[in-house]
């Protein structure tokens, strides 16, 4: 595993964002061992997933998180309040390029940076700077695509070059230290891992293409941040399998998307063995009581206080009691890097079956998930929707002060 000692700037605040604030000094960011370094100093990730997608859905506005500065200004100040020093998005590779439907080759021609996106990028990355929030860069890799080499030719190449090649050219646009400090590390994938996922890749092909993807970046692109590949909890084919985690060893932070019970997260821990960090990029719970209904008294769809209690209750256990007393920046010895919650606000679309601007009630059942045992995929929200036209104004669950009693508690802040 490559090493990194580099120097971190800050940029001057760009036009849109409330105040200035003075540069901060440089500072330095290292691996070693399960730790990451910032300025010597153990960092752990307390962090959310942000997508703030209004109720009407991503096909109305926005697709990227950037687009509505006043949203993410607004809930960027909330997260400070809430004790949070990490976000992890997802950078959309067609806006950001201008390359709808990949009409471009992205090795010759990726496309033109569109300069109005890239505006929004610095000035809402610069706002995350000022309130002291780094940002873990995601690309979506694409689920059930045949990754394997010469498959589904495009401009002369296969799918698993041209992926490649997106996820290089993200990171050159943001690599830049002095512009872009509070970028922490680029994260590949979500959760390519699982079976219904891989397309026709065999497990230990699929985790091929994950070194290839981060040595060639790592080599080609950028080797002064972390790279993490994103995993879902899938016992025989994650971070329990060593022998597949060694296929990929540039990979610095193995990350995982967890949906268990206490104990579960407690197994994923202790049955990870590499000498880096390991990192949960979601874990969460909603705010929707399948087995009684979910709660439509008010419009935003707030969910009741006994949902809202579970969904807390779920934060205390498996901060608290799993994750807590294992994290590195507690005891070298410790694995865990912190963890990402799912999600800021709650995303009216992702039923899939339902009417974009309905608060759905569709999921999967999850058994790991007491008491009713069923994901509600629209209800995940620390917070609630927006409205299309508003800026501000989201309701808080009783999750968001849960975490920011756990996150901004004095003893804990001395201990990280």
């Known amino acids: 595993m490559h ?8 940029i001057a605040l760009l036009g849109g964002a409330p105040e200035a604030h003075a540069r901060r000094a440089p500072e330095t960011l290292t691996l070693s061992g399960k730790q990451l370094l910032i300025n010597g100093k153990p960092f752990t990730v307390k962090g959310v997933n942000y997508h703030p997608v209004p109720r009407t859905g991503p096909g109305n506005w926005p697709d990227d998180w950037t687009m509505n500065r006043a949203v993410a200004f607004s809930d960027l100040a909330k997260m400070k309040e809430m004790g949070v020093n990490t976000l992890r998005v997802y950078v959309l590779y067609d806006r950001l390029f201008q390359n709808w439907e990949e009409q471009n080759d992205p090795s010759t021609d990726p496309g033109r940076v569109d300069q109005a996106v890239l505006a929004n990028y610095r000035a809402v990355l610069d706002e995350a700077d000022r309130q002291g929030i780094y940002v873990i860069m995601n690309y979506f890799l694409p689920t059930n695509v045949d990754y394997r080499a010469g498959q589904q030719v495009k401009f002369n190449k296969d799918a698993r070059t041209r992926h490649k090649l997106r996820f290089r050219n993200i990171i050159n646009v943001f690599k830049n230290r002095t512009e872009f400090p509070m970028v922490l590390m680029w994260a590949f994938g979500n959760e390519n891992n699982f079976d219904w996922n891989r397309g026709q890749m065999t497990p230990e092909a699929m985790f091929d293409f994950y070194g290839e993807a981060i040595r060639e970046a790592d080599q080609q692109a950028d080797a002064g941040h972390p790279y993490t590949v994103v995993l879902g909890d899938n016992p025989a084919l994650d971070i329990h399998n060593t022998s597949l985690l060694n296929r990929a060893p540039l990979v610095d932070v193995w990350s995982v998307n967890m949906y268990n019970t206490e104990q579960g997260f407690k197994n994923i821990i202790q049955g990870y063995s ?69 999600e800021w606000n709650d995303e009216w679309w992702k039923d899939g079956s339902g009417p974009r601007d309905v608060h759905d009630t569709g999921g999967f059942a999850n058994a790991n998930l007491v008491p009713d045992c069923f994901m509600n995929e629209e209800w995940f929200g620390l917070s609630t929707a927006l409205q299309e036209n508003e800026t501000s104004g989201r309701y808080y669950r009783s999750a968001f002060n849960q975490l920011k009693t756990l996150w901004t508690a004095p003893a804990l802040t001395a201990e990280e």
Request: hydrophobic share 40%; with cysteine; net charge positive.
């Open 274 to 342: 590499l000498n880096k960090p390991l990192l949960f990029t979601e874990f969460g719970y909603d705010a929707c009581q399948h087995n009684k209904g979910c709660d439509f008294t008010n419009p935003e769809g707030r969910g009741s206080a006994d949902a809202q209690q579970q969904q807390a209750a779920f934060f205390q256990s498996r901060w608290v009691n799993a994750m807590l007393p294992n994290l590195s920046a507690r005891s070298a010895t410790n694995k865990l890097l912190g963890g990402v919650v799912f």
């Open 3 to 10: 090493r990194f000692i580099v120097g971190i700037g800050v």
